[in-house]
């Protein structure tokens, strides 16, 4: 009877051990979101995203570029050290550190990238840097088998490994010049046509890239717009809620509820955890190349045209999906749907490789202007994990009593969010961010007049009602009718 106790108290101890080292992450993923975050608005892209990170990269490897470095090499040294120790607290120490690394991973480090990267190359940049994720997963599935370094007494090299590749990326990121784009914010305009000319080319045209630069700059008179500014603001609610659309048809794909409970699927589909694993190794590196696609027709074929593509794959993954479910709830596993499931992978891997995945950073950083993106970005993480601990939590209730009946969510809402972006996601690729906003701005104030004017009785002055109803906290060529100052260029860029 003792024994038994004690062996209950075992487990209730490691289930709890398990549960904090699983919400480690999230505390300082909340933490960096409102408190690292804003920092890439006032310190720069370069050093929130270089330098902190090899501060983290350092406690990490005590324990087990300067910003974004710094944490990096912290979390690594937290888990080299429990590893040499067998101290959980430090395991748990540098997991809350490497949460605070993803809100900048995230948001600050793609943004860094597409504000340097030339209009026409956006969504070149920032796909290629979901690519190289890809490669260290692919690295790490073959490597990380318990046959291999997956070990107890060897898996402290993977926390060593992440620091000395945290100290090459300082050695190599440190150099490179800040955003263009924030340092025009900061009227460092010196500064920024010498990254300007290293991120786009000694030939670059640089008076139309320093004006576009400065007319993106001068879309807002204010520093920094909260999330209620931008709500009040009719173009920048619609681009709101574009943006939002595009994550919630992409979380309502199950992908999220296929990585936590990959095991569970796969196992209800008639397959072993051996060959569960076997069969995420091969499909990572079968479809390792198709990553190249994404990166060149992001930008060749347009947004729309790869939400599209991606659009049919993930519906069409979505049916199969809850196929595959009704067949095992009523019949149960067999060779039929060991061969669905494994199609359902494989729309999985194909939706990646079209690049649908860096819309939202890219749509961040296109449809909203310099001021609002930190509010945006915040609001944008903060909605993602709402939305997904939900879903992944329920999951084990809603699947022990009926499995189809969860996804059955996700044929409807991929319907409505699918149709709402059909109708109004905007074209935005090689176009100008200025650009971009105006033209927004120009059709949603046509639609909204046209929406007005079929309400306004004829006896009430028209004009004055659309003045008052437009919100003009944005500074484009219909509300500022072309004031840009020119003279904010130096007149030794006019060539």
């Known amino acids: ?24 992450p999230t505390v300082g993923m909340l933490f960096s979101l409102f408190v690292f975050v804003p920092l890439a608005e006032t310190k720069g892209r370069k050093y929130t995203v270089v330098y902190f990170r090899f501060v983290r990269s350092l406690i990490t490897y005590l324990n087990t570029d300067v910003f974004r470095f710094i944490i990096t090499l912290a979390s690594s040294f937290c888990h080299l050290l429990s590893a040499l120790t067998q101290s959980s607290e430090i395991f ?47 690295i790490m599935f073959s490597v990380g088998s318990p046959s291999v370094l997956g070990k107890p007494n060897t898996w402290f090299i993977f926390p060593l490994a992440v ?19 924030w340092l025009v914010r900061q009227n460092r305009m010196e500064e920024a046509a ?81 060959e569960t694993m076997n069969l995420n190794l091969i499909l990572a590196v079968v479809f390792f190349p198709t990553r190249f696609i994404g990166t ?10 790869v939400m599209g593509i991606a659009g049919v794959i993930v519906y069409s993954k979505t049916w199969l999906m809850l196929s595959t479910q009704v067949i095992i709830y009523f019949v149960g596993p067999s060779t039929l749907t060991r061969v669905m499931y494994i199609a359902v992978e494989c729309l999985s891997e194909s939706t990646l490789a079209t690049g649908v995945a860096s819309l939202g950073i890219l749509f961040i950083n296109e449809l909203f202007p310099p001021s609002a993106r930190t509010s945006v970005a915040q609001a944008l993480i903060l909605v993602t994990m709402g939305v997904n601990l939900p879903l992944i939590s329920s999951f084990p209730i809603i699947y022990a009593f009926f499995g189809p009946a969860y996804f059955m969510v996700h044929v409807f809402s991929q ?10 996601m905007p074209e935005t690729s090689g176009r100008a961010v200025y ?42 060529s219909r509300t500022r009718a072309l004031t840009f100052d020119h003279n904010l260029i130096p007149s030794k860029w006019d060539y």
């Not at 009430?460 to 109803?469: E, G, H, N, Q, V």
């Open 1 to 24: 009877m003792i024994g038994l106790k004690k062996k209950e108290l075992f487990f209730s101890c490691i289930s709890f051990m398990n549960s904090i080292i699983t919400t480690a």
């Open 92 to 138: 748990i120490l540098g997991q809350v550190l490497n949460g605070l690394q993803l809100p900048l991973r995230m948001f600050v480090t793609m943004l860094y990238i597409t504000e340097c990267a030339p209009d026409k190359y956006r969504g070149f940049a920032s796909t290629a840097l979901i690519f190289s994720d890809v490669i260290g997963q692919v």
């Open 163 to 181: 620091m000395i590749s945290s100290l090459v990326n300082f050695a190599m990121a440190a150099r490179l010049p800040d955003s263009p784009k």
């Open 194 to 274: 010498k990254s300007i000319e290293f991120y786009h080319g000694e030939n670059v045209c640089l008076n139309d890239v320093m004006t576009s630069f400065i007319k993106e700059k001068n879309l807002t008179t204010e520093d920094r717009i909260s999330l209620k500014e931008v709500w009040e603001n009719d173009t920048m609610r619609e681009a709101l809620k574009v943006l939002c659309s595009v994550s919630m048809f992409l979380i309502f794909d199950s992908g999220v509820i296929q990585g936590t409970y990959t095991v569970l699927l796969h196992k209800t589909a008639g397959f072993t955890v051996q």
């Open 296 to 305: 060149y027709i992001i930008d060749s074929l347009g947004r729309r045209a």
């Open 415 to 424: 319907v409505f969010f699918g149709t709402y972006l059909y109708r109004h």
């Open 435 to 476: 650009d971009i906003i105006e033209s927004m701005d120009e059709e949603v104030a046509s639609r909204r007049a046209s929406f007005i004017e079929e309400r306004t009785p004829l006896v009430r002055k028209r004009s004055s009602t659309l003045a008052f109803k437009r919100n003009s906290i944005l500074n484009t």
